[in-house]
């Protein structure tokens, strides 16, 4: 995670962004379509945040149960929103906080980390998988319609920006159900790769044998716990969905706009793409002049734009605002030292896992 300097100075430059696209937009514009957006259409923003943490916190307690791991889900759903609160503020949108969730998860409950790891990656996976799904329907929905090819303003070029994306994110789906399926350990031999160019790092040999057992037991779970896996992947590709729906539920309980099938496509795969550029955090600046361009390109308001944008703004201060909290409330020294065991976390000993019980330490 960022120091405490650097955080400051890429929340100054986040608040000169935004302060920003507000002014291109209009300001009386943007307080006008706030105001009549009302706190119920921002409630809703918030809404549908809450119910992400939710949905992967189910999909990632029964991956935890398949597992051998019973993790209480209060503990996960914390895990999730600290996780979130790294992600917002590191220049990667999606991975930045997986780390911190699998940490705060383990250290808390006193599950095995190499184990918690692992569910933690096949969730993540997973996760992938149907954002691969959603992302290419859209793309393929919103370039069938006439006329909304040319959204981007440059005809087929602008939507070799959207349709390489899709491709590639296609691929890289069924190249990972491919090597859950196989048995591949990836992540295993970029790390022997490392290790061979560093033969006497001790760090690398620990982190060899950490993510061997890590792979192993993706590989496990996969493959012996079937119906877990699908149940996983049904609640994580609901997330996408959810954020798929969330302007026309954001506008629906609000100002009334209805955006049509496609352009929901639009914005969400226009979102989606321009988060995956973050350099500030939330993606503030590229996100936002993005969308303003989208919505320009198909002539509705930018102070509707800059209403939904502010709601995510919103929920992003309180997202940041909770993880603040749960650190203080673990303190710095829960990521330090070996907690007693939670008694509600235990780690069943698998045979084909060959992984050690809850009663090792995992440092």
């Not at 189910?58 to 019973?70: C, T």
């Not at 993540?124 to 954002?131: N, Q």
């Not at 550029?277 to 390109?297: H, I």
């Amino acid at each position: 995670m960022p120091k405490p300097a650097t955080l400051l100075i890429l929340f100054a430059l986040a608040l000169g962004l935004i302060g920003a696209t507000v002014a291109v937009s209009g300001a009386a514009e943007a307080w006008r379509a706030v105001r009549q957006a009302g706190p119920v259409a921002f409630a809703s923003a918030v809404l549908v945040v809450l119910v992400q943490f939710a949905l992967q916190t189910a999909a990632w307690k029964a991956l935890n149960a398949a597992s051998g791991l019973r993790v209480p889900g209060r503990t996960l759903f914390a895990a999730n929103v600290a996780g979130m609160a790294v992600n917002i503020v590191t220049p990667c949108a999606y991975l930045g906080g997986e780390p911190v969730k699998v940490l705060y998860a383990g250290r808390r409950a006193g599950a095995l980390l190499p184990r918690l790891a692992g569910t933690a990656v096949l969730s993540k996976y997973l996760e992938a998988v149907g954002f691969a799904v959603v992302f290419g329907l859209a793309v393929a929905i919103a370039a069938a319609v006439p006329g909304l090819q040319h959204a981007g303003g440059g005809g087929a070029g602008s939507w070799a920006w959207f349709m390489g994306p899709a491709v590639a994110l296609a691929a890289l789906g069924t190249l990972l159900l491919l090597s859950l399926a196989r048995g591949w350990r990836p992540l295993e031999r970029v790390v022997r790769t490392l290790r061979v160019l560093r033969p006497r790092s001790r760090r690398l040999a620990r982190l060899l044998r950490r993510t061997r057992d890590m792979e192993r037991e993706i590989g496990r779970i996969y493959r012996e716990a079937p119906r877990a896996t699908a149940w996983a992947f049904i609640l994580l590709l609901s997330t996408h969905v959810s954020i798929f729906l969330r302007p026309a539920v954001f506008y629906g309980l609000g100002s009334g706009l209805r955006l049509t099938l496609p352009d929901l496509c639009l914005v969400y795969a226009a979102g989606q793409g321009m988060l995956a550029l973050q350099f500030a955090p939330s993606g503030a600046g590229v996100l936002d002049g993005g969308m303003l361009g989208v919505y320009a390109a198909r002539g509705l308001p930018a102070g509707e734009a800059m209403a939904l944008l502010l709601a995510l703004r919103l929920c992003d201060l309180l997202v940041l605002a909770a993880g603040a909290l749960l650190a203080a409330g673990a303190g710095i020294g829960a990521f330090r030292r070996t907690p007693e065991a939670h008694p509600q976390a235990v780690a069943a000993r698998s045979p084909s896992s060959g992984l050690p019980g809850l009663s090792e330490s995992c440092p």
